[in-house]
Structure formats: structure tokens, C-alpha cells
């Protein structure tokens, strides 16, 4: 089902009214520009965009976002920060393919 919203883009002027507002879980890829990792998760992400509309996917340029990198304590990238009700529930660092961030995330969700 392709009716997922597209990834969002958050910033750090609206990241923490975009957090205390959200309906549904968000999970937050936070990536830079110049990271190869960050560039091999983003497909993954739009995937997992696409196919849920349990969760929000969203997207946070680390080097564009200071603040939102040192309120969510950020030391690699690409960080993934899934939010429930404003509250962080889960960090998974480093890239990963589908099936592996999909069983992750199903631990928290479930």
C-alpha cells in the first residue's frame, strides 16, 4: 500500500512541536549529507515509509540541526530515534537492511 505519507523533513525549529503533537510513532533517521552510511539507509527508509502507516518516517540533517542533535545526545550517524507519545522508545545506530531495521522496530511496536 502506497499511501503513506512521504519522509518528513524536521528541523530544529519545529522538531520538538512536531514531536509533542504526533498522532502515531515517528522514527527519526538522523543522517548527514556526507555520510555513505546515511546514503544506503535511505531507501530502506522510503520503503518502510511506504509501507506503514503504523509509524511516521522522518528525517533530521545533522549538520544543519545542532540543537535537535544535542537534545537527542546524537554521537554517529546515521542514528535512528523511534518517539512514542513525545518519549524516546528506541535508538538503533548504524545502517541496516529491511528485514533486520523491520525486526527491530516490530520488538518496540508489538
Request: hydrophobic share 50%; aromatic share 6%.
Amino acid at each position: 500500500m502506497s499511501t503513506a505519507e512521504p519522509l518528513l523533513t524536521l528541523t530544529d525549529a519545529d522538531i520538538e512541536e512536531y514531536l509533542a503533537s504526533a498522532a502515531k510513532p515517528t522514527l527519526i533517521d538522523f543522517w548527514a549529507t556526507w555520510c555513505g552510511p546515511c546514503k544506503a539507509l535511505a531507501p530502506v527508509l522510503h520503503a518502510i515509509a511506504e509501507s506503514t502507516a503504523a509509524m511516521t518516517v522522518a528525517r533530521v540533517d545533522v549538520d544543519a540541526n545542532p540543537f535537535s542533535v544535542a537534545t537527542y545526545g546524537i554521537k554517529s550517524v546515521p542514528t535512528l530515534v523511534l518517539f512514542d507519545n513525545g518519549t524516546i522508545v528506541k535508538r538503533i545506530v548504524g545502517a541496516k537492511d529491511t528485514a533486520t531495521l523491520l525486526a527491530e522496530l516490530d520488538l518496540v511496536t508489538e
